[in-house]
């Protein structure tokens, strides 16, 4: 059994942004340790059971290499990626697997059924500890430099981080989404997203349905007979306050047990369905977003700007489901473009050893709903724990690290950018 205590690395939290961050940091050379609150990896990918990945090439162009592709080809090794009319889909099981096994090879320490509960700050403001809630008991463990990947930012706000939440005008995050899936189904046979949509609003307004969302979202599935819904809706809850999550989840169950009855009573195709399972925890698209030393924002990613200090690459489209009830706003980037994420943004205004690495990084909230997306995290979270392990190396704060450094790291593991000059020794 393992008694080490203290790591060059820790990062809190395995969802696509920690995977990212733990083999970042671990080919870095950085003895890294990746902790999770459940048995397993993947966070939005598993635990929410979010598919399919939103895009990560635009025009002809893959913007996204790295660990995320690696990722990609295990997934395809398996069968697991890709279906018929859902290209980007893949196996949340095999997903597990996949990146259990891509970290463990790598030689990453992992940590299940740890969460984290508590850290303390020395004087000088840094990360000097983190309390771990486990079945042993509390756990405290020490790194050099820490990643804070758990998408709410949950490390950054324990350590005094300048956190916001939601919109500008009243602090509302998008709403909560309980994934499910209906397997059984006869899909030769099941009506058109338009004619699916029609027979939904009009049982809303018979009020035999009452959901939020505007429409049936579903996608198909690796499985044959296996459609993946994402059409429930929570509003005005807090995700990161265990009572508000708590009302989340039940009002989520409700709304999939009524529409999963609806589609067998209802819907051709359904007759012979059933619900095959719901997420093991509701989704939740955003909730703290940690300021740093640049906030991204909507421009930057319509405009398809580019940084200096670029360390990953989007193409993801800005999208806000209504934070209040129906409606999703998107707003397009122009076909074929992308635009970069600063190395700033990674970097909290708090603790000098502290890096972000997943969803929660400095953007305003339109620009949260843009980059918030699996291959873009795990880009992100794969460049927060390269930093975290030079930062190790180099012993310096990773503020004060050369850019191009990172960069030519990420470069070296397979990342890509278009900056001249930057594959130079
Ligand atoms: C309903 C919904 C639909 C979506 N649709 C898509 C889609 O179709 N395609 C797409 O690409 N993206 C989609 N997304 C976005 C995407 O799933 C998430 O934004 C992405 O998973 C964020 O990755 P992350 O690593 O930042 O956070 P997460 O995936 O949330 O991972 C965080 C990890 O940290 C762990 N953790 C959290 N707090 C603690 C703690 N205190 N202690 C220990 N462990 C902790 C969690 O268990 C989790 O494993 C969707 C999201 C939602 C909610």
Redesign the pocket.
């Known amino acids: 059994m393992k008694t080490q205590t203290h790591f060059d690395v820790i990062v ?7 995977i990212g961050a733990a083999l970042g940091s671990r080919a870095t050379g950085a003895r890294t340790l990746l ?4 048995g397993y990896l ?4 598993t ?2 059971l ?5 895009p990560y090439i635009t025009g002809n162009k893959q913007i996204i290499h790295g660990v995320f592709e690696r990722l990609l080809q295990a997934l395809a090794a398996r069968r697991a990626y890709g279906a018929p009319n859902q290209p980007t889909a893949f196996d949340p099981e095999a997903f597990k697997i996949v990146a259990e096994r891509m970290c463990l090879e790598a030689g990453v320490d992992l940590l299940y059924h ?3 509960a508590s850290a303390d700050t020395d004087a000088e403001g840094r990360i000097s500890r983190i309390h771990l809630a486990t079945k042993g008991g509390l756990l405290t463990l020490t790194a050099d430099i820490f990643v804070d ?4 930012g ?1 490390l950054a706000a324990m350590t005094g981080c300048q956190v916001e939440t939601g919109r500008p005008e009243d602090g509302l995050c998008q709403p909560m ?1 309980l ?1 499910f899936r209906m397997a059984g189904v006869d899909v030769e046979r099941m009506p058109s997203r338009q004619e699916f949509t029609a027979m939904y609003i009009a049982a809303k307004e018979r009020g035999e349905i009452s959901c939020p969302r505007e429409n049936i979202l579903f996608f198909f599935s690796t499985q044959p007979g296996v459609i993946h819904f ?1 059409t429930t809706r929570v509003v005005k809850l807090d995700a990161t306050d265990s009572w508000q999550l708590t009302a989340a989840e039940i009002e989520a169950r409700r709304q999939v047990w009524q529409l999963a009855e609806f589609f067998i009573k209802q819907v051709p195709g359904f007759e012979n369905a059933y619900l095959q399972m719901t997420a093991p925890q509701i ?3 955003e909730s703290r977003r940690v300021l740093g030393k640049y906030v991204l924002t909507a421009e930057d990613c319509l405009e398809t700007r580019k940084f200096a200090d670029a360390i990953a690459r989007g193409c993801y489209n800005i999208d806000i489901h209504s934070p209040t009830g129906e409606g999703t706003v998107i707003k397009r980037i122009p076909p074929g473009e992308w635009y970069e994420i600063p190395y700033r943004s990674l970097l909290p205004k708090g603790p000098g050893n502290l890096l972000i690495g ?2 929660c990084i400095s953007a305003t909230h339109e620009a949260h709903s843009a980059i ?4 873009i ?1 795990m880009a992100i ?1 794969q460049a927060a724990g390269v930093a975290a392990g030079l930062s190790v190396r180099g012993n310096v704060l990773p503020r004060n690290l050369p850019v191009l450094e990172i960069q030519r790291e990420l470069l070296a593991q397979g990342q890509s950018f278009d900056k001249p000059g930057l594959d130079l020794p």
Do not use: K
């Open positions: 809190c939290g395995g969802g696509p942004g920690g902790i999770e609150r459940y993947g966070g939005g990918a635990a929410m979010v598919n399919p990945f939103m740890a969460y984290l990947a758990t998408g709410d949950d989404t994934n994402n989704g939740v698209r997943s969803r918030r997306v699996m291959p995290v979270g």
